[in-house]
């Protein structure tokens, strides 16, 4: 599986949009992107997934570049309860090993 | 619907004690996994199952023994715990078709002194 590069932690303010990216430059054609988020110290939670189209759904955006070596999460309106930790995995097709690096911390702060 | 469900949630055990951590869904996935997450760090693959009767090792099996008897369960067995083993422990499941979402459960947080 591809391996993926994401910032330790970012800030955001609340309202705002909280962009995450990610960089997977090694990711193959048949790999998608997935996003997970883990709150304080719940489960994981998934957020979204694509394969090469950007993709939307009611808790965020996934935005692939064409050369799909990067990505990039989107939260439209940042609240509070979106801090934690954010995870971007690459999947080969039918596959189900997550494996989760260290994700990336995003604080919203009031 | 109670999703995925893992019992105790806090946990402490002598060194040498055995024990297991359950896990069990109600979804009717066929996929169930394992995690470790040790502070600071991401999870762990410990073990997983791609259905009844099948397990198979994860990143970080040492220590650890699984089996899958029913769809629904998927029992985590430490058999001498080791205070290298102090961590929250995380089961998952999924639907074992492509493209689709794990859920996990709240966690087991274990205390090995």
């Known amino acids: 599986d591809a391996k993926t590069t994401q910032p330790t932690s970012m800030d955001c303010a609340e309202g705002r949009a909280a962009n995450l990216p990610c960089n997977h430059s090694t990711i193959s054609g048949n790999e998608y992107v997935y996003w997970y988020r883990q709150i304080h110290s719940q489960g994981p939670q998934y957020i979204i997934h694509?394969?090469?189209n950007n993709e939307t759904n009611e808790m965020a955006s996934l935005i692939i570049t064409e050369d799909r070596k990067s990505s990039t999460l989107i939260l439209p309106h940042a609240t509070l309860r979106d801090t934690a930790v954010y995870y971007c995995?690459?999947?080969?097709?039918?596959?189900?090993?997550?494996?989760f690096g260290q994700g990336t911390r995003l604080t919203i702060n009031p | 619907n109670a999703g995925v469900t893992q019992t105790p949630k806090f946990q402490v055990l002598k060194t040498g004690q055995s024990m297991t951590l359950q896990c069990a869904q109600d979804m009717n996935h066929e996929y169930m996994s394992w995690y470790r997450q040790d502070p600071g760090m991401g999870l762990r693959l410990i073990h997983y199952s791609v259905g009844a009767g099948i397990t198979d090792q994860g990143e970080v099996p040492n220590g650890y023994n699984v089996s899958r008897s029913t769809t629904e369960d998927f029992p985590l067995r430490l058999l001498s715990a080791a205070p290298s083993q102090t961590s929250v422990y995380f089961c998952?499941?999924?639907?074992?078709?492509?493209?689709?979402?794990?859920?996990f459960g709240q966690g087991t947080r274990l205390t090995v002194v």
């Open positions: 998952a499941s999924t639907p074992y078709a492509r493209h689709t979402e794990a859920f």
């Open positions: 995995i690459v999947l080969i097709q039918g596959a189900q090993k997550l494996v």
């Open positions: 694509g394969l090469k």
